[in-house]
């Protein structure tokens, strides 16, 4: 007798489409009542597509690459706290089998993040000079899943500040470099000026982007630019500069006010229309786990709970080309005991994780 899920509700298929009941049949999300016998099991409680943490790192550690039962246990973070849908945001490390796995989340990857040499982590990207750029570019395209992540800022130790990794005209060659292969361009920003060339260059989506101003805000709301902020990352920027204080005061200084201005610049680039996403860094320094927490700093920037919602879950999704809860969807949803539109905190606790029509234990 086939196993089939009765979701008595409300089920979210939408910011503003609300259905009162679904069922799970093979897997998939329906809304029609299934015929015939069925050994049903019903589950009560609000419904919502499994949330997206579309900035994470599975393979990543501090060091850098991580061994395969690390990235599993990382995965596992993010599943059991309802991420469902990651968008690795670059990793040195080789996660296709993570792809394969039916008890992990669904994965996006980036390839491997590409940086100016001695420019970035150590041991975390690709490390190459402006003219061998495009070139990397195109094999990254080709390894991910419609994505590749440049590092477009880092500290210069001879200005002592945040600087741009590249030479506008040649992100110019590598975002068309990357479109022409088939896809986006994602970049590590935190200062000013590359926010600028980046947008210049006709990025896709800016990581952090805690530089923006009233003319990048301008320019990306005109694009379509999306930005992942990961506040719960910036949120540590004054212990991670902190030893950089004396060697690099300029630094240290710039940091912390782009820290203090965090939640006024996700707010005018929401205002202003530029799409917002939900994303947390997880990987290297952070833990996984984190995308709930990521909505409520959302919403204490400004958005409303519905539309931090929309960020982790349909709008996010529907930017990633994956489906939510739409008929004949692969049954990938949360269950909660309240409606997270009147409290977002409900988001880190979900009473049932389904994946892939799966209900977990």
């Known amino acids: 007798m086939a196993q089939v ?8 298929v939408g910011a503003e489409d ?31 597509p499994g949330l997206v943490d579309a900035h994470s790192h599975i393979g990543l550690g ?10 599993e246990e990382q995965a596992l973070a993010d599943r059991d706290a309802g991420a469902l849908l990651l968008r690795d945001a670059g990793s040195p490390a080789e996660t296709r089998w993570v792809q394969e796995r039916e008890d992990l989340p669904r994965l996006v990857r980036a390839g491997r993040h590409i940086a100016r040499t001695r420019r970035y982590l150590r041991n975390y990207a690709w490390e190459v000079e402006p003219e061998d750029l495009v070139a990397q570019v195109r094999l990254e395209a080709r390894a991910g899943d419609g994505w590749v992540k440049l590092v477009g800022d880092w500290i210069d130790r001879d200005t002592g500040d945040l600087e741009p990794c590249w030479p506008a005209d040649v992100l110019v060659q590598a975002v068309a470099a990357a479109h022409e292969e088939g896809a986006r361009v994602t970049a590590h920003c935190f200062g000013e000026q590359s926010l600028r060339d980046l947008a210049a260059a ?13 003319d990048t805000v301008a320019s990306f709301a005109a694009q379509g630019i999306a930005i992942v902020p990961t506040l719960v990352n910036i949120d540590t920027f004054p212990r991670i500069v902190a030893p950089a204080a004396e060697k690099f005061p300029d630094y240290h200084r710039h940091m912390l006010e782009l820290h203090a201005r965090r939640f ?21 320094s952070l833990p ?34 994956r489906p939510g809860l ?20 409900v988001l880190t606790a979900p009473e049932q994780i389904v994946l892939r029509g799966r209900t977990l234990a």
């Open 5 to 12: 899920l009765h979701l008595t509700g409300p089920v979210l």
């Open 18 to 48: 609300v259905r009162p009941q679904a069922w799970v049949v093979g897997g998939r999300i329906t809304y029609a009542a299934p015929v015939g016998d069925h050994d049903v099991t019903t589950v009560a409680g609000w419904v919502l």
């Open 62 to 71: 501090a060091q850098g690459a991580v061994d395969d039962a690390t990235a």
């Open 202 to 214: 006709g990025t896709d989506c800016v990581e952090h982007a805690t530089g923006l101003l009233d």
């Open 264 to 284: 006024e610049t996700v707010r005018a680039a929401h205002e202003a229309g530029i799409p917002v996403y939900v994303g947390t860094d997880a990987g290297g």
């Open 288 to 321: 996984h786990g984190l995308a709930a927490q990521e909505a409520a700093e959302l919403v204490q920037a400004g958005l409303s709970r519905q539309e931090a919602l929309t960020a982790a879950t349909w709008g996010a999704r529907a930017w990633l080309g």
């Open 326 to 345: 739409e008929e004949g969807a692969d049954a990938d949803l949360l269950v909660f005991a309240a409606d997270p539109r009147d409290d977002i905190a």
